[in-house]
């Protein structure tokens, strides 16, 4: 009998994840990508028997193909998909396809942001509860790789927008969006609405045994949810939920659904920050519908120890902190950032603007920043933004070259922030690529 052949789009962690599950379900599997495939993954890919093709993409190599999995990387407009749609094949993302051969149960975890912490929150409450969890999705290893390589009861999933484009059967038990604010519009048409639509995919195909959780104080989200219905039971969450969900009052998380109350103290919580909370919140009532102690939820939030990448805390040179936010790659993530550090401030910032909006920032900026360094290939809109604002504006494409900056610039006292506002791609290859170049280059000062 001939195998039935299946290509996989990209051979980044999600490709290669993807390519192994379809060999062991017994596809004749073909791996593209656009880009130079390393020596050791060739090697590894001839040792698995999985074909390949490195630094380009070809449509003849491909036409028999019923089953496309893409990387979440490649935008769906380019025309290499528009022929493969054309020629019948189903273009899926790397989630979806994994999901078709597990039966554990799936926690996805989507939102601009925020859903990283939310998501390792969550997977060291249900850790600490003894129970059999993966870590997958957006972090780490691939869904898809751990579906062929392990037995896990449960996923927690962080899931992006991207990830979420091409699923069609895709169904979490439980579901979360953290928040909505306009990011990789670039993506999406530069429509707001569209990347609202990706969003709320992820509560698409949900039944009415299963919860969908929300940030009840984000204002849009909560006018979407009005024009996305689903069976799912809605379980709010925010400090403005006054019935049943989940809120955060006088130094207390306070769950209440299924005609039960929880109160989880919160002082003595390692994260810090009102969005900090708000994970938090959406973490302990994650635990909570999976009737996980209210000790367990309380103690793995106590001794968490945070996302590498986002305001981590790097070293303190004569008395000045460094702090990497290479997370931050959209605007409100930053906003969140600079919002939370009362010091004079050096801001290194930049990178691909994805149609940005910086003048939410201009409040926090005008107050806090007495030096602005923008790191990035195009800094036109930083530079319209934020060039009168404070004294000192420097713009460089090295980060060796920015840390000396701030290291000069710094005061006592002061924080020097990397907290981009801005995708990586121009300079680094990734955000934590990024962040370990900051971090190398403040230990070199």
Known sequence: MMQERLVVLGAGESGIGAAILAKKQGFDVFLSDKKSISEELKEFLNKEAIKWESGKHTLESMKDARLVIKSPGIPDSISLLDALRKQGSSILSEIEFASHYTNATLIGITGTNGKTTTTMLTYEILKNAGLNVGLAGNIGTSFARQVAQEQFDYYVLEISSFQLDNIHDFAPHISVITNITPDHLDRYSYSLENYIKSKFKIIQNQTQKDFFLFNADDPILKEAISEHKNKASKVPYGFEVKREGSTHENDHLILKHRNKNTMIDTTQFTLTGRHNL????????????????????????????????????????????????????????????????????????????????????????????????????????????????????????????????????????DTVLLSPACASFDLFENYEDRGNQFKNAVRNL
């Open 278 to 413: 708000l994970n938090a919140m959406a973490a302990a009532t994650i635990g909570s519908l999976l009737d996980i102690s209210k000790d367990t939820i309380r103690e793995s939030l106590t001794h968490f120890k945070g996302a590498p990448h986002r305001m981590e805390k790097v070293l303190t040179i004569q008395r000045v902190s460094y702090i990497n936010d290479s997370k931050a790659t959209n605007v409100n993530a930053t906003y969140f950032a600079l919002e939370s550090i009362d010091t004079p401030l050096i801001w290194i910032v930049g990178g691909v603007d994805k149609g940005n909006d910086y003048t939410t920032l201009l409040p926090l900026i005008r107050t806090k920043a007495k030096a602005i360094i923008c790191l990035g290939e195009d800094n036109e809109a930083l530079k319209n933004t934020f060039e009168r604002v404070t004294d000192i504006f420097i713009e460089t494409q090295s980060m060796s070259e920015a840390v000396k900056i701030a290291h000069k610039v710094a005061a006592p006292k």
